[in-house]
């Protein structure tokens, strides 16, 4: 006899939720990362709230300025290069470090994460990303390297001491090994030159 099979029903389709433009556009406003645009000139095209906070100039006045002239001088030709394998499209996007200009003064170092807006017909209509104030972190980042240049200069100015005394003590003479001592200790202090002086007490 045969026994009829029973079919479990099928499970729903899972969920698909649409974000409101209203929603999506509170989202932008909302974040911390500026989140740009700019057109096939680099003109500024769109800016969110964030750009204020790390910049310190409005959107308005930012808005139809060349994205170029918010970049500090002495990264400006660094930042073309960065950007140029993407105009050119041998890359999809750029990631790099570079400092912005603040309103009255100063810079941040800002994180930039950049693609190209292309028309149906692959045509460049601009670009769009991100900006991300990673001044704190790259700071911290330098005083590290800071500290270790440090320690490692105060080892060879250690290890150099320590030279200079076992020479000292086998040499009958130390104005035998004085030419060589001065060298070691600008060396490994970084000076032009040593004082040195004598002792009236030695004679």
Request: glycine share 6%; aromatic share 8%.
């Amino acid at each position: 006899m045969a026994v009829p099979l029973t079919m479990a029903p099928a499970p729903p389709p899972p969920h698909s939720y649409a974000l409101d433009p209203g929603d999506l556009q509170a989202i932008i406003t909302h974040l911390k990362a500026v989140v740009f645009q700019t057109d096939a000139t680099g003109l500024w095209t769109y800016l969110n709230p964030a750009w204020e906070e790390i910049t310190g100039f409005r959107v308005s006045e930012s808005l139809g300025r060349l994205f170029l002239d918010s970049v500090h001088p002495d990264d400006r030709q660094e930042n073309v290069a960065r950007f140029q394998p993407l105009v050119e499209r041998h890359k999809e996007c750029c990631r790099h470090e570079v400092r912005y200009l603040c309103k009255g003064g100063g810079w941040r170092w800002v994180e930039v994460y950049a693609r190209l807006m292309l028309d149906k017909h692959g045509n460049v209509l601009g670009t769009t990303g991100t900006l991300i104030d990673v001044t704190d972190r790259r700071l911290a980042s330098e005083e590290r390297e800071r500290t270790a240049e440090l320690l490692r200069r105060r080892e060879t100015v250690l290890q150099a001491v320590n030279s200079a005394a076992k020479r000292f003590l086998r040499s009958p003479d130390w104005r035998v090994e004085i030419d060589a001592t001065v060298q070691q200790f600008c060396a490994a202090t970084g000076s032009r030159r040593v004082l040195l002086y004598k002792d009236p007490e030695d004679g």
